[in-house]
């Protein structure tokens, strides 16, 4: 029997924008993620016991997994306070939600020890909370991937309407992560407050395409929606590599490639596992000589999002 006092998750690593999408689309990932145990306390609150595999706040106020799970506690009448424990395998700073992972593992455990009063969908508003601390700004497009699984589109954030939508069987992701670290905040400092109106056209033009691309399971028309003229030109020159790396997987005959989050780890979404296996081969080619340490995760599309272990 299955003790409901604590839990063990699989937090899985995410990508945000996926192109076309800025601040609204992510997707979920399933073979790059930390787990997180959390245990029913009958001392009130949230304490965060451990963390393994990175330099993280302990303090509840200063740690992303401690603010989600508090403002999800602030709602509640709970009698009781959960300790937390992180074990983490996604690299801060690495573009791939390693702060989403933490804030929604909080909020998923802890619901699911209290007998699920919220759905994943309400969750997504406490997790974001936890976000609003790692970068500046409450976004969603990590978080909601990682608690709905598959890819999701944030329609609107006031009020929060977060969709569900269909993962193709033979998309697969290839990320790599140059081990340079792009701060979310900066990468967000560089954008600029207005666009051209036929830059604009564009890009909305692609996310519908793409949105239409996952439910009719057209490749290639989720290969041409996979561009993005607006952020990424911008963005890009953070990255070292970058446009060599992009031209690499596309020749390799990836979907698309571009910027996971706000980088520095580059995205590729391919059709089928071999092909998503020869694009990141071809993204390592380009950085091995160089000299740029990095580390590189080949996946299927997660529709599951986080996972009870």
């Not at 963390?51 to 508090?70: F, R, Y």
């Not at 500046?136 to 709905?148: E, I, K, R, T």
């Not at 979907?255 to 391919?270: E, K, V």
């Amino acid at each position: 029997m299955e003790n409901m006092n604590e839990i063990r998750l699989f937090c899985p690593a995410t990508i945000a924008n996926v192109a076309c999408g800025f601040d609204v689309l992510g997707v979920c990932l399933d073979t790059v993620g930390d787990e997180m145990l959390i245990r029913k306390s009958p001392i009130k609150g949230i304490r965060i016991t451990k963390i393994t595999g990175a330099n993280l706040p302990l303090e509840t106020t200063k740690n992303v997994a401690g603010v989600a799970a508090q403002s999800l506690l602030d709602s509640l009448e709970c009698p009781y306070g959960f300790e937390i424990e992180i074990y983490k395998k996604i690299k801060a700073g690495s573009g791939i939600g390693s702060s989403a992972a933490s804030a929604a593992g909080a909020v998923f455990g802890i619901n699911h020890l209290l007998g699920s009063p919220y759905t994943q969908t309400q969750l997504i508003a406490f997790a974001m909370q936890g976000e609003a601390l790692a970068s500046g700004a409450p976004h969603a497009d990590n978080v909601a991937p990682a608690l709905m699984g598959g890819f999701t589109l944030v329609r609107s954030y006031t009020p929060l309407d977060v969709l569900s939508l269909p993962s193709p069987e033979h998309l697969f992701a290839t990320v790599i992560h140059p081990q340079i670290e792009v701060k979310t905040a900066d990468a967000r400092a560089v954008l600029k407050q207005q666009i051209p109106l036929a830059k604009a056209i564009q890009q909305w033009g692609n996310l519908g395409g793409l949105v239409s691309g996952l439910y009719e399971k057209d490749y290639d028309l989720i290969a041409r929606s996979l561009e993005d003229v607006i952020v990424e030109p911008i963005r890009s020159v953070l990255i070292p590599g970058f446009k060599e790396v992009k031209e690499a997987a596309l020749k390799q005959g990836a979907l698309g490639s571009g910027i996971s989050g706000s980088g520095p780890s580059i995205f590729a979404l391919s059709k089928g596992k071999e092909q998503a296996i020869a694009v990141g081969e071809a993204m390592q080619r380009v950085y091995t000589p160089m000299g740029v340490a990095f580390d590189i995760h080949i996946s299927r599309i997660n529709s599951e999002g986080i996972k009870i272990l």
